[in-house]
């Protein structure tokens, strides 16, 4: 059984920072490219970013390039997006995915992804 657990979730002010970790279980994670979407009230998910495999190929929407990293420790089988100079409008939960094939290259969409978390709240205060 395939688990994603994200968290580091909160309530920052803008401009502020805040780490999300997702870890995993379930299968062999250093084989799966994974991602980062974010889902805010009364609109759809959304790609936030992605990590291949090995973590040596990173892709991100523009929205947030510049700010967000996403990373990953295939020895802890946890992947990371750092969050810097957070805006109001990233205000969403924000999930974590594991891409359906092995070894596959980024997807930007939900339906190359078959596992997610339960997600992790992320507020911004003005």
């Known amino acids: 059984q395939v688990q994603l657990v994200e968290s580091g979730g909160g309530l920052v002010q803008a401009g502020g920072s805040l780490r999300l970790s997702c870890a995993a279980s379930g299968r062999t994670f250093s084989m799966y490219a994974m991602a980062w979407f974010r889902q805010a009230p009364g609109r759809e998910r959304e790609f936030v970013a992605a990590?291949?495999?090995?973590?040596?190929?990173?892709d991100s929407v523009d929205s947030v390039k510049g700010r967000f990293t996403i990373s990953r420790d295939n020895a802890k089988n946890t992947v990371y997006l750092q969050m810097n100079s957070l805006k109001p409008e990233d205000t969403a939960i924000y999930f974590c995915?594991?891409?359906?094939?092995?070894?596959?290259?980024?997807?930007?969409?939900?339906?190359?992804?078959?596992?997610w978390g339960q997600g992790t709240q992320v507020t911004l205060s003005s």
């Open positions: 990590i291949n495999w090995s973590g040596s190929t990173t």
């Open positions: 995915a594991s891409d359906r094939l092995p070894w596959s290259s980024l997807h930007l969409t939900t339906d190359a992804y078959d596992y």
